[in-house]
């Protein structure tokens, strides 16, 4: 089975903080997602990447970076929090044109 | 662009009766179609995909959905729903000749009475 590992079930930051979220995969998929999930709003996607050290920006990438440094792993950071971007952020990791596999989230808080 | 519009907010099904969740999207060239569904607490979970070939596709756990390429629709549907299918459900479309971004619809709550 595929395993996405999300570092944290719950952080709780402040706001102006640099934050870092971790996400890793463990069935070498090139492919790999961040989003962020708000209610009503579905997922958005923040960004991507499809190859170590490629990135691409998604629909609402302001605020936010991405770092992938090894194939597995896949980085989220958030440059200087703020409370808009309390959010549950999920991540993903596929093969090329195969179903995402995804992890069980991350739910951040901004205070 | 692509999009993906799920109508309902909340379904509620009596257990034992037919389960529809309703999807209808919007694409500029062939349409790669998904649903997934998201328990408490968890990520989301692969329930089964479109991409070419027969219009009614069999997925996990007993779900289906029909493609209908006139309606620009991809409603998910089981025959007989289960207390245990209550969950957040989510349609997706990606463009097929546009690489892999995936677009959400915002989700339908459905909850099975017994």
């Known amino acids: ?111 | 662009a692509q999009s993906v519009a799920q109508p309902e907010d909340q379904v509620n099904v009596a257990e034992g009766n037919p389960l529809t969740v309703k999807c209808t999207y919007s694409v500029s060239g062939n349409p790669y179609l998904f649903w997934y569904v998201q328990y408490p607490n968890r990520g989301l979970q692969f329930l089964l995909k479109y991409i070419t070939g027969d219009n009614l596709v069999k997925g996990s756990y007993g779900f289906e959905a029909e493609f209908n390429k006139s309606q620009t629709s991809f409603h998910l549907k089981k025959p007989s729903a289960l207390v245990s299918d209550s969950a957040l459900y989510f349609c997706a479309v990606r463009d097929g000749a546009a690489g892999n971004k995936l677009t959400f619809g915002g989700g339908t709550r459905v909850l099975v009475k017994p």
Not at chain 1, 20 to 48: A, K, S, T
Not at chain 1, 66 to 74: C, G, H
Not at chain 1, 76 to 101: D, F, G, K, V, W
Request: net charge neutral.
């Open chain 1, 1 to 111: 089975d595929v395993k996405v590992t999300q570092s944290s079930r719950y952080l709780v930051k402040r706001t102006g903080e640099k934050v870092f979220l971790e996400c890793v995969q463990d069935m070498d998929h090139e492919n790999m997602f961040w989003y962020r999930q708000d209610p009503g709003l579905g997922l958005r996607l923040i960004y991507f990447s499809y190859d170590v050290k490629m990135k691409e920006k998604g629909d609402i990438p302001e605020g936010y970076s991405v770092s992938r440094e090894k194939k597995e792993r896949f980085s989220l950071i958030l440059e200087s929090a703020s409370t808009n971007q309390t959010s549950m952020y999920l991540c993903a990791s596929s093969r090329p044109n195969q179903p995402q596999h995804f992890g069980d989230g991350t739910r951040l808080s901004i205070l």
